[in-house]
């Protein structure tokens, strides 16, 4: 049986009996959830719900110019001007965007950019402090990526795309993703992603029909 939704084991009391009640819809618990954000990324923990909650408030709070606003997640229950006006209207909004930034070379793996982004502005460094834990997460999701879609890889271009060197790189290829380092060449295991599988198609097809095709030929050449 599946987590319910609404479930979270790390959840405070407090937390709880703001979304169990009335004022889960008050404005004023606004600055309770955002907290309790922080509270999360310093202990690496989630809670769906509740900031499912905090987004909604910001929702109430704010004018939006479609009706199926909710059917979007994660950075896209955001306003558009908070997303997209440049320069940012508010400190909140050049936030979400510089993270925006951040999230969109991450899924589209251009990874050595994310690194050279990231260390590029302090501001960088003040959002994603807050997260205990942040490299190291994101280099775990990206060796989990890579994991998908090679057996594989240049030491170089890896390392790179972890922002590793030397030992550090050594230590995290081997002890955290448990992959061999063969001189210039880290190699991966195979796993259900990325094992090459081969594919044999099988075509069922009956005399009577085959020779309809051949009796169809002689006639149009007739």
């Known amino acids: 049986m599946g987590v319910a939704f609404d479930y979270a084991e790390s959840r405070p009391d407090n937390i709880d009996q703001i979304l169990t009640g009335l004022d889960r819809?008050?404005?004023?618990?606004?600055?309770?959830?955002?907290?309790?954000?922080?509270?999360?990324?310093?202990?690496?923990?989630?809670?769906?719900?509740?900031?499912?909650?905090?987004?909604?408030?910001y929702v109430s709070t704010s004018s939006f110019p479609t009706v199926s606003f909710w059917r979007i997640l994660c950075l896209h229950l955001l306003p558009a001007n908070v997303l997209i006006t440049s320069p940012p209207s508010t400190?909140?909004?050049?936030?979400?965007?510089?993270?925006t930034?951040?999230?969109?070379?991450?899924?589209?793996?251009?990874?050595?950019?994310?690194?050279?982004?990231?260390?590029?502005?302090?501001?960088?460094?003040?959002?994603?402090?807050?997260?205990?834990?942040?490299?190291?997460?994101?280099?775990?999701?990206?060796?989990?990526?890579?994991?998908?879609?090679?057996r594989e890889v240049e030491r170089n271009i890896l390392e790179e795309w972890l922002d590793l060197k030397s030992g550090d790189f050594d230590k995290f290829v081997g002890d955290v993703c448990g992959w061999k380092v063969d001189g210039a060449t880290v190699v991966v295991p195979p796993n259900k992603e990325n094992e090459a599988k081969g594919t044999i198609v099988r075509?069922?097809?009956?005399?009577?029909?085959?020779?309809?095709v051949v009796r169809r030929a002689y006639e149009q050449a007739a």
Not at 32 to 46: A, G
Not at 91 to 99: D, R
Not at 205 to 212: A, I
């Open 25 to 57: 819809y008050n404005p004023g618990t606004t600055e309770v959830f955002q907290e309790y954000i922080v509270q999360q990324c310093e202990n690496q923990t989630y809670d769906c719900y509740a900031n499912l909650a905090l987004l909604k408030l």
């Open 91 to 99: 400190s909140f909004a050049g936030s979400v965007q510089k993270l």
């Open 101 to 150: 930034v951040l999230n969109n070379l991450l899924s589209s793996a251009d990874y050595t950019t994310f690194w050279k982004t990231l260390r590029s502005d302090r501001q960088f460094a003040e959002l994603t402090g807050e997260v205990s834990g942040f490299e190291e997460l994101m280099r775990v999701r990206i060796a989990a990526t890579v994991s998908q879609a090679v």
């Open 203 to 212: 075509e069922n097809v009956k005399f009577d029909q085959f020779s309809r």
